[in-house]
């Protein structure tokens, strides 16, 4: 069977496809390959932009196991099956009265492919989905069904969080969660010098905010996500018909139609931008914090995202715009700008440091290649840390220096995979064979 990631970048031909529907169907494919001398991989909803779920030979499907399996209101935690889906956990959590603190925009994904790529919103107290974990439980390269929190296995929690798939089969996942809570969201334009010369100080006094850079321009489109001391019933959400016009008509189906113009003719990209930057008015609402954190993304793209230290995000994002603007270079999405807290995640792009994230993204038509090339040496040379769900070019020899627990992340997969059940090239390459 063949697969294909969301973006259609990456593809694999599957020799055998299994969607397990308990632990011990996944224990019986692990110890399978295992004695086969082959691999196997849970693909997830294919939303990461590189071959980090491609298989080689089994294909696990993850619609199987999808669900909450446990609500512990005392503790505050909610123990889901790894293949559930975020947008599904966030439904369910709030008919239950609750939340997660913090997400992306995004929540098609499975809740074992965002965490194991490290997939972030920006800001709050715990950015990243898998600092949220409280525990989980995942199957071996041995077949051994572990369990993992800070007070039983804390060696493979560490590291079993933001796992990319190397470690094992994540099967549960348990969240530490909130009371439903209310965000409003506050979005305006602003300059350039605006937005960075305010940028410390909206970070410093609002819980979440997100900025866009429109390449060609010099226009600032912000969010900024405020908790509200309100139930969700007295929240002040966008009436029907100007969501569906804002978020569904506007940025997906007037915005993919766009792109696919301006593919053909790139040289009118930046007066398109500007025209673009120039029309965005500001507007406020407020709902479930999930359906503020959370969007709609039909038009299809792919992108390259790197953290770097939050000392050096200004500077990187300057160097980034004088880079684009000097090169040709015609790019029709915004540049996406967020924040992260230090986390203490083996792999975590935000690990034992604060953290600058520059998300660039183009349509799925275009080539992305000079585009990615151009930035990712200055990325880089401050000390960036790509995503490992988006596209990047970074290889395990120049990875282990950006991260000072690269070496406790390999000891601890050469224990738990010793024969290398869950590799495929893109594990070979970020992390050495």
Known sequence: MEWSN???????????????ASTAEVVAEVERAREAGTTVKMVGTGHSFTA????????????????????????????????????????SLERLGLSLHNMGDIAEQTLAGATSTGTHGTGGVAAGLAAQLDALEL?????????????????????????????????????????????????????????????????AESHHVDMYWFPHTDRMSVKRNERLDVG????????????????????????????RVLNRVPAAIPRVNRVNARLMGARTYSDAAHRVFTARRDVVFREMEYAVPREAGLAALREARAAVESSGLRISFPVEIRTAPADDIALSTASGRDSFYLAFHTHRDADHRAYFELLEPILRAHDGRPHWGKVHTRTAADLAPAYPRFEEFLALRDRLDPDRVFANDYLRRVLGA
């Open 139 to 203: 199957v071996t390269g041995t077949g051994e069904v572990l369990r993992a929190s800070e007070t039983e296995n804390p060696d493979v929690f560490a590291a079993a969080r933001v796992g990319l798939g190397a470690l094992g089969v994540l099967t549960t996942l348990t969240f530490r969660v909130e009371p439903l809570f209310v965000l409003e969201a506050t979005e305006q334009p602003m300059s350039w010098d605006e937005a960075l010369g305010s940028f410390d100080q909206m970070t």
């Open 52 to 91: 980090i779920s491609a298989p080689e030979h089994t294909m696990l499907r993850p619609a199987g196991m999808a669900g909450i399996v446990e609500v512990d209101r005392e503790a505050m935690t909610v123990t889901a099956l790894a293949g559930t889906q975020l947008k599904v956990l966030n439904a």
């Open 6 to 20: 969301w973006s259609g970048l990456e593809t694999a031909r599957a020799a055998r496809t299994v969607t397990p």
């Open 232 to 259: 969700v019933d007295e929240a002040e959400p966008l009436s029907p018909a100007r969501a569906w016009f804002d978020d569904d008509f506007l940025q997906n189906h007037a915005f993919g139609a766009l792109c």
